[in-house]
């Protein structure tokens, strides 16, 4: 079975500084990733998935996530956050088979202070 | 285009009531997942439709919970005899291709349950 640890369940970063929110995974084959973000009181938005093609992976608002094997982590990283950032952030594992549903990890808060 | 829609956003019931949600999916999209979202629990996987038949309801909690979907399209996930336990966001996902690696899912905004 999958699994997905976020290492930080809340981050509070400085309006302008970088964003870094920590994810391991667990699976017994090549994963599929995803970071997801939740706004308050809005529903959960892809931010970016991991597709093999490249492990340096670009997504949405400027977030990137780095998928590296060896260490077995998939971090999500931003170079300058934005008081619009501040929201839950899931890190998520798909078990790959038929019904390709998702396991998500416990969520990391980040609050973008000024 | 339009998202996926979920129906009530919330609702509030007294222990014990029956209580249906609903989920409206992406028009086309084949694949339909019903989530819960506890402050106990995270987020977990319930139940997943392909087309109107559920291969996989390993999530489900108890015998009180079950879903249908008709027509390949909307879903119901009915709660009989709710327990206070059972208060949770509960969120729907649709998706066009399952089974294919990194196959995104597209999510509702979820109803949030509180059981009195």
């Known amino acids: 079975a999958q699994s997905v640890t976020q290492l930080d369940s809340h981050v509070s970063v400085s309006e302008g500084t970088p964003v870094l929110l920590r994810c391991n995974y667990s699976?017994?084959?090549?994963?599929?990733l995803f970071w997801y973000v939740q706004h308050p009181n809005k529903g959960l938005q892809l931010l970016l998935k991991?597709?093999?093609?490249?492990?340096l992976v670009k997504g949405i608002n400027g977030f990137e996530a780095e998928f590296k094997k060896s260490e077995t982590s998939f971090h999500l990283t931003k170079p300058s956050a934005h008081m619009s950032d501040a929201a839950e952030y899931f890190c998520?594992?798909?078990?790959?088979?038929?019904?390709?549903?998702?396991?998500f990890g416990t969520g990391t808060r980040l609050q973008v202070t000024l | 285009g339009a998202g996926v829609s979920q129906s009530p956003s919330n609702k509030v019931t007294e222990k014990g009531k029956d209580v249906e949600l609903r989920c409206d999916p992406i028009?086309?999209?084949?694949?339909l997942y019903w989530y819960r979202q506890s402050l106990g629990q995270g987020l977990e996987f319930l139940i997943y439709?392909?087309?109107?038949?559920?291969?996989?309801k390993s999530g489900l909690p108890s015998d009180r919970f079950s879903a249908e979907r008709t027509g390949g399209s909307v879903s119901t996930l009915t709660i009989q005899r709710t327990q206070q336990e059972d208060s949770a966001v509960y969120l729907c996902?649709?998706?066009?291709?399952?089974?294919?690696?990194?196959?995104?899912?597209?999510f509702g905004p979820g109803t949030r349950l509180t059981v009195l």
């Open positions: 991991y597709t093999s093609a490249a492990t």
């Open positions: 028009s086309g999209h084949t694949a």
């Open positions: 699976s017994s084959y090549s994963p599929s």
């Open positions: 998520v594992v798909s078990d790959g088979g038929t019904a390709s549903k998702l396991t």
């Open positions: 439709f392909q087309g109107n038949s559920a291969p996989d």
């Open positions: 996902a649709s998706s066009p291709y399952p089974g294919l690696l990194y196959n995104e899912q597209f």
